[in-house]
């Protein structure tokens, strides 16, 4: 799948920007704070979600008239062509509509799909278990829709039992009808990350690449996750006392960590190089994409983010290499055209002055 | 401007309406003012006698101009069938259905330790007393599918289990409507509650 074109209106630092591009990949170059992840910002809100920088509709408006912000797109999937908009009038949240019709983000899904790379995700095997949880959470969502509604309930049904922890109330019924929910979606949930790590390592094994296997294993903060409903239901009730103590939920999905090796190494991630870290990361973003497009039949859409940064001359060649063998429309953002030399004439440049305006070479 | 401050006044007032917002509470009582003797009396007479005489039913919460609602004073409805609802709105909903032959009780929200109403806030504690006093053989449990209302059936059905039994709302696909429109969460629903033909 790709965008054929992208018109921005009070986006972020574009007051106004078109694009009009075809299916091969997208490199954007230009200095910094020109405006380079806005417009792959805007790409990402395509798919489902809240967007690579998981903001508010408010936050993307163009300051200081804040007036609110539209993003217009044509999108080529399996099907004919579809016309996407996303608007937000003065704060309100975006609202999506699909060939002029109110869509869903369901709906949404079934015509664009996107996965990204972003530098904050550098960090991911040496910061905190919450990052690798979103991320696994995020590549989870692009396997499973429902995904985004579990997580919610849970979430929700957590948020009300931690309150009950916190004031030390002590009705059991309550307890029991807030962990029968949270048993109830979390063991979905856990089932959903489990599969989204078989497909991710079906689709590294099977796959000719320059880039490094990450073996995944999902480990528990403590102790091991509960398998099922029942079981997770009855880790629960058991941990209610402990709980109380500690003012909040220690067992569940909530508590998941996802623990990285170069397989190749046997090296943990966390201790590999900077470079080996990033291209750890690059081997799972295109083995999602593999996954990903046997699954809906089509490509998705590829953001990477600085994705240069932290690769040689090699490794990136190796890089453009497979993102043009796999077919993806991919967006690329660099300081500068070199960064691009190795992708020749298989991809569209464009450059972003500092002020924000588009040149497409 | 509507050139008098009681007609601006009545405009604001009506604006606070659920679903009118500045622009129709316009229209409405320009409406009103032109169809004074049809309407706006009626209305206002109406209103005044709702007004003085509104008050929740002591019994099921339902909201009525007695102290006991018709319903609960309907010796027909004591079938030993107790539909429990969220408000009064759902209760009005189930009864323009005109299926449920039974008795309500309306709890007046639902749990949510976030905002602080507990089981006490709501009407739990009369449920329970009213399932003895009223010989009440099934509880119909019709809550919204909300993470909120979900905890509240389960509440009351573990806190119920054993004395009587307890049934709730099916889910799955609407009368008249089509699958292509609905949800995944639906879908599931509806296809994990399939019967025979």
Known sequence: MYLSRLTLSHFRSHKLARLEVDSRPVAIYGPNGAGKTNLIEAVSLFSPGRGLRRASAAEMARRPEAVGWKIAGLVHGAGEPHEVEFTSEAGAARVVQVDGKSASQVQLGQIARAVWLVPAMDRLWIEGAEGRRRFLDRVTLSFAPDHAQLSLDYEKAMRERNRLLKEQVRDAHWYKALELQMARAGARIDANRRDALERLRAAQEGAETAFPVAELEMVQSEGAMPEGEADLLAALQESRFRDLAAGRTLVGPHRSDVYGVFAAKGVPAAECSTGEQKALLISLILANARALSSEIGAIPILLLDEVAAHLDAGRRAALYDEICALGAQAWMTGTGPELFAELGGRAQVVEVDQDGSLRQL | ?197
């Open chain 2, 1 to 197: 401007m509507s050139g008098t401050d009681e007609i601006e006044r009545l405009i604001e007032l009506m604006s606070r309406l659920p679903g009118l917002g500045p622009r129709s509470a316009r229209r409405a009582v320009l409406h009103l003012i032109r169809k004074r003797a049809l309407l706006l009396k009626p209305l206002a007479q109406s209103m005044q006698v709702v007004a003085d005489t509104a008050r929740e039913c002591l019994n099921c919460g339902n909201v009525g101009t007695s102290d006991i609602c018709a319903l609960c004073e309907d010796e027909g409805r004591a079938n030993g069938l107790l539909c429990v609802v969220e408000d009064v709105a759902d209760l009005w909903a189930m009864e323009r259905a005109n299926v449920f032959k039974g008795r309500y009780h309306v709890l007046g929200g639902t749990l949510s330790a976030l905002d602080g109403i507990g089981p006490d806030d709501l009407r739990i504690p009369q449920l329970k007393q009213r399932i003895t006093a009223e010989a009440v053989s099934e509880v119909v449990l019709a809550l919204n599918a909300t993470i909120d209302g979900q905890t509240t059936a389960h509440y009351i059905a573990d806190q119920l289990e054993g004395t009587v039994t307890l049934t709730s709302l099916a889910q799955g696909v609407p009368i008249g409507g089509e699958l292509d429109y609905l949800d995944d969460g639906t879908i599931t629903a509806a296809l994990n509650a399939r019967k025979p033909l």
